[in-house]
């Protein structure tokens, strides 16, 4: 199944932006969708996802408040909309589809990949 990412860039501290994943229509009906990041040197890390029937985890700490996951059934999108960004949120950002429908922070346990967009939080 093909996921593509879109939507990063360069903001400065305090900025928002909104990523954006578009999925095959299978992916989104049946399937979750999650939010992982990855900045250098570290471990990827789960940041929150939304299954088929829109039920929503959040997974990461840093983010609660500040990062909201949404679907748009009619564009076949998954966005993950950032607020109030801050440098150690420079990463890159990828979504994956888990199809078993199940919402969990384990990236191995998640199918397929898209390639993962560069955000970058200037201070």
């Known amino acids: 199944w093909r996921l593509v990412e879109s939507g990063g860039g360069l903001v400065q501290a305090g900025g928002s932006l909104k990523l954006s994943c578009s999925v095959d229509?299978?992916?989104?009906?049946?399937?979750?969708i999650g939010w992982f990041r990855q900045a250098p040197g570290k471990e990827r890390e789960a940041i929150s996802c939304?299954?088929?029937?829109?039920?929503?985890?959040e997974f990461l700490g840093s983010g609660q408040g500040r990062f909201t996951i949404s679907k748009d059934n009619a564009k076949n999108i998954v966005s993950l909309q950032m607020n109030s960004l801050e440098p150690e949120d420079t990463a890159v950002y990828s979504c994956?589809?888990?199809?078993?429908?199940?919402?969990?922070?384990?990236?191995?346990?998640?199918?397929?990949w898209g390639q993962g967009t560069q955000v970058t939080v200037s201070s």
């Open positions: 994956a589809a888990e199809d078993t429908n199940y919402c969990h922070p384990w990236s191995t346990g998640y199918e397929y």
């Open positions: 229509r299978f992916v989104l009906e049946y399937l979750a």
């Open positions: 939304i299954n088929s029937k829109n039920e929503t985890k």
